[in-house]
């Protein structure tokens, strides 16, 4: 179980053996939680998507009732991005770094809402371009600095995608081993929807004015930019979805890769992932295509108004419990969702049935 390989096996076989160590959540806890839904004291069906939620939370733990998550965390992965030079961000690459360093100060979005629902933040610079400094908040393990131009070659080596992958898996395993029991995955990096979308594109299969967006805010013009890059660069690398890791480092970006590597440590831990916005929902669908079963750990915590996380959370089969407008990232949209998920097991543990209530009709 999760990533305690290493050693001797270069980082392509580590992220096998990470992949190959998801089990399927336990289809029967997932059924028990349906049965006991019936027998709680409310109509059949009467909480909605909650009750789905929470048999697949059984699903996950492998016992019903599920876990109340108590101790979520947030990782907010950062990366930089060398197809920035091709004009498809308003803002300067420095704001990676700079957002990096207000993370650890606690003056981001991620870390109020984070505040508001109880969860511990992690920053991981998985390849930021500018300097970060040490600190508690932050680990350091940055494969390079920033990708390449993925519209002009591969935005990074197989190995270096490989280990910005297993980097990931790390962070999330320490915060695992800490005490999480919930895990949001959220991203920082200037330029970074440019490659969500193109990834979103390679495992989708869906052309790239559909999954392309506004990122942070951009003109019409810039946005028609935006969707010839993207079309370009999938021009160039023709990317096999099959072959999950040479997809990623030909398009992707460092934190998407790292997210991808937390998603199947969580995964492979048995724990909850709470999707964010479009670029972990890209990491997603790298997670799920290197571990179709990982999907099944994943909750879509927002439906970000990037048009390329809509279109990788439908791929993936998953519903989002909030649509708020949100398109931040940090994890901001999937920590306002984890009252709900604590919720959904809560309900499972805590409800009484119609025979324990003595409520007649059950
Ligand atoms: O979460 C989202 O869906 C989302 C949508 C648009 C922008 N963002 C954030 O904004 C940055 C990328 O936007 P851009 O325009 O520079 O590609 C990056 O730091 C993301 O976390 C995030
Ligand atoms: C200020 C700022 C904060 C962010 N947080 C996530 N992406 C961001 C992009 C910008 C520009």
Known sequence: M????????????RVGELARGVAPPDGAAAREAGERHLRLTKPPGSLGELEALGARLAGMAGRCP???????????????HGVLSRGVSPWPQEVTAEMVRNFCRGGAAVNAIAAEVGARVLVLDAGVAGETEPHPLLRRARVRPGTADLSRGAAMGREEAAR?????????????REGADLLVTGDMGIGNTTPAACLVAA????????????????????????????????????PDPSDPLGTLAALGGLEHAALAGAMLEGAARRVPVVLDGVSSCAAALVAAALSPPAAGYMVAGHLSAEPGAGAALEALGLRPLLDLGMRLGEGTGGLLAVPLVRAAARVLSEMATFEEAGVSGG
């Open 2 to 13: 999760g990533t305690a390989t290493s050693g001797a096996t270069p980082p392509e076989g």
């Open 66 to 80: 599920p876990p109340v998550p108590e101790r979520p965390a947030v990782l907010v992965a950062a990366g930089d």
């Open 164 to 176: 910005a992958l297993l980097a990931g898996a790390e962070a999330a395993g320490a915060l695992l």
């Open 203 to 238: 495992f989708t299969g869906r052309p790239a004015a559909e999954v392309t967006g506004r990122g942070t805010g951009i003109d019409d013009a810039t946005l028609a930019l935006k969707v010839r890059v993207v079309e370009e660069a999938l021009g160039l690398h023709r």
